[in-house]
């Protein structure tokens, strides 16, 4: 069983499209992210989200919106896509019962803007 | 506030060679401290933790321990293989805090 998975794994798309992401955890946890890697395999944290709060990333433009129908699932979604949004994008999951929680990644959607 | 510095990679090897990969640290508090791996076309996965000062977390031949008094935990292991070509994350969770910080990532290849 999958524990956490996105949809789709490849988004081929032009400028000034919206697209959206789909993220689902089958673990149960309480908190879920989203992270930018780009090309040189930089992670960059974009959101994290559980009940309770939503934090994000100041830098990230409010373009991008997470979006969670519930606990198990947190979409992202992206208004007026730019050339610069092209990288790969993966979902996590962690307990947020102490900061000895192991986070557990999503296998990432490669997202090209033409 | 954390950071996380690894060496830059690519680190490049020889199948068989000993591996180390460097990562030091600052945080507040007593941060757990965590090494993941990246293999091609997929996501982070968890390769080990340690959770306090001197612990050695390990798996499939990796080693790395908990170092306070240099704020460091590197990562080794002592014949790597090809199958070990991926790229290494160091990373910390302090203070309670729901944002992991990561390292920029060390990337290793393995020639046969």
Not at chain 2, 45 to 72: C, H, M, P, V
């Amino acid at each position: 069983d999958t524990a956490v998975s996105q949809t789709p794994k490849y988004l081929v798309t032009q400028m000034g499209n919206d697209k959206s992401i789909k993220c689902e955890q089958n673990l149960g946890h309480d908190t879920m992210y989203w992270y930018k890697q780009d090309s040189k395999k930089f992670l960059k944290i974009m959101f994290s989200y559980n009940n309770k709060e939503l934090i994000i990333n100041e830098t990230v433009p409010n373009r991008f919106s997470p979006k969670s129908p519930d606990k198990a699932h947190l979409n992202l979604h992206i208004n007026s896509l730019e050339l610069g949004d092209s990288a790969v994008y993966f979902c996590a999951s962690s307990q947020e019962d102490s900061n000895t929680d192991t986070q557990y990644f999503g296998p990432g959607t490669r997202l090209t803007v033409l | 506030g954390n950071s996380v510095t690894q060496m830059e990679g690519p680190v490049t090897l020889s199948e068989e060679a000993f591996l180390t990969i460097n990562c030091t640290y600052t945080a507040t508090g007593y941060p757990s401290l965590f090494w993941y791996v990246q293999y091609p076309g997929e996501g982070l996965q968890l390769l080990l933790k340690a959770t306090k000062a001197d612990d050695k977390g390990s798996n499939k031949g990796f080693e790395a321990t908990y170092r306070k008094e240099t704020t460091s935990f590197h990562l080794e292991k002592g014949s790597v293989q090809v199958s070990d070509s991926a790229v290494y994350f160091c990373a910390l969770r302090s203070g309670g805090s729901y944002i992991p910080t990561f390292g920029r990532g060390t990337s290793l290849i393995v020639h046969p």
